[in-house]
Structures are given as structure tokens and as C-alpha cells.
T-cell receptor
Framework: GQQVMQIPQYQHVQEGEDFTTYCNSSTTLSNIQWYKQRPGGHPVFLIQ?????EVKKQKRLTFQFGEAKKNSSLHITATQTTDVGTYFC???????????FGTGTSLTVIP | NAGVTQTPKFQVLKTGQSMTLQCAQDMNHEYMSWYRQDPGMGLRLIHY???????DQGEVPNGYNVSRSTTEDFPLRLLSAAPSQTSVYFC????????????FGPGTRLTVT
């Protein structure tokens, strides 16, 4: 079945530094979503990427979907303390009935 | 709209006890699912449902039962709680399968002693 690895699992950055997390799949993905979970909270949807090579931006966040649709990245420019949390890139199965979240990347921002 | 609601927010059980975690959504979503979240293990899918009367297993279904008698409700039953089921449980829903964002409930923190 599909295997999606997210790296790194943990990342500590100084406030103002950039941050990137990557999701890599062994197979082609139909789409990929990104979610953010604040400490003590629940996952919240950020964005969905569908097209090969797609790039989407939300303020300081840039999301990319690889040309082969096997990898994706989330880049945060000039991190702020409000960026703290765990970022997930869940993928669905071919039938679209199951969404696997994995461990995500936990981001700590040091003021 | 209240979105996805879960009750209770916290629960302590003794080993062997049974209980039901409640999940309800008022968005007329067809798809509902249950996840558990443990430190270092991320979110793991327990069971899901693509509509009333239809349920299926996810990654970690053992020890849990579900049913979907209405579109709105998707309860998760623990028949005989075990310490290994200590976790935070999230219910999520979406309007259809295949990539539409999942809306999560606030979670239930369960401790089994």
C-alpha cells in the first residue's frame, strides 16, 4: 500500500527562522492535504494540493506538490510563536475512504 | 452550526469497563471517522463510515466497535477497556470521500487504569 513518510519528526527553530517539512510517498498520490494541530487542540485543515507541480501560498506558508505527485512540502517563512504545533500531510487511499495522518512534524519556535 | 461535537471531554475508566464515546455532526456529512492519538504515534485511524449503515475498519480497529444508524451520529464503543486504550480520541467528518477536508471534533481524553 501507499507509504508516506514525513520528515523531520521534530524541529526547533528560533523565531524568525524559516522552517520546512517534507512528505515523501513511495507511490503517486491523487492529492495531499495539510493540517495543523496546536498543542492541546485538534487538527485543522490548511490546504489541499491536487495538480502536479502545484504551488499555493497562504501568507507566510508555501505549499508545493511535486511534479511526480510523490512528494510535498510546507515552507514557513520567518516563523512566529503562533506557528507552534504539529503539521500533518495525510493522504487518502485509492478508494478515498481512508485518510492516514502519520506522526506529523512537531514544530517548536523559540522566542 | 456546532460542527463536530464529542462527549465526554475527559473520562477515566477501570480496566474491563465499557463505555461509548459520542460523536455528532450537524453538517450533513456522509463521511465520519475515529482516530486515536498517542505520543510519538501520530493519528491512527480506528474505524470509518461512508454513510448511514456502512462502517469499515481502519488501521487499529481491535477493541473498538462502531455503528452508524443516522447520518449525524457515529459512536465509538469500548467493550472491555484496557490500559493500552489510554489515548486522545478524535472524531472527524467530511461531506464526501476523496479529498474534501476533514473537520475534527475537540477530542476525548481517555485514561484506563
Amino acid at each position: 500500500g501507499q507509504q508516506v513518510m514525513q520528515i523531520p519528526q521534530y524541529q526547533h527553530v528560533q523565531e524568525g527562522e524559516d522552517f520546512t517539512t517534507y512528505c515523501n510517498s513511495s507511490t503517486t498520490l491523487s492529492n495531499i492535504q495539510w493540517y495543523k494541530q496546536r498543542p492541546g487542540g485538534h487538527p485543522v485543515f490548511l490546504i489541499q494540493l491536487v495538480k502536479s507541480g502545484e504551488v499555493k501560498k497562504q501568507k507566510r506558508l508555501t505549499f508545493q506538490f511535486g511534479e511526480a505527485k510523490k512528494n510535498s512540502s510546507l515552507h514557513i517563512t520567518a516563523t512566529q510563536t503562533t506557528d507552534v504545533g504539529t503539521y500533518f500531510c495525510p493522504h487518502g487511499t485509492n478508494t478515498g475512504n481512508q485518510f492516514y495522518f502519520g506522526t506529523g512534524t512537531s514544530l517548536t519556535v523559540i522566542p | 452550526n456546532a460542527g463536530v461535537t464529542q462527549t465526554p471531554k475527559f473520562q477515566v475508566l477501570k480496566t474491563g469497563q465499557s463505555m461509548t464515546l459520542q460523536c455528532a455532526q450537524d453538517m450533513n456529512h456522509e463521511y465520519m471517522s475515529w482516530y486515536r492519538q498517542d505520543p510519538g504515534m501520530g493519528l491512527r485511524l480506528i474505524h470509518y463510515s461512508v454513510g448511514a449503515g456502512i462502517t469499515d475498519q481502519g488501521e487499529v480497529p481491535n477493541g473498538y466497535n462502531v455503528s452508524r444508524s443516522t447520518t449525524e451520529d457515529f459512536p465509538l464503543r469500548l467493550l472491555s477497556a484496557a490500559p493500552s486504550q489510554t489515548s486522545v480520541y478524535f472524531c472527524a467528518s467530511s461531506s464526501w470521500t476523496g479529498g474534501v477536508p476533514l473537520y475534527f471534533g475537540p477530542g476525548t481524553r481517555l485514561t484506563v487504569t
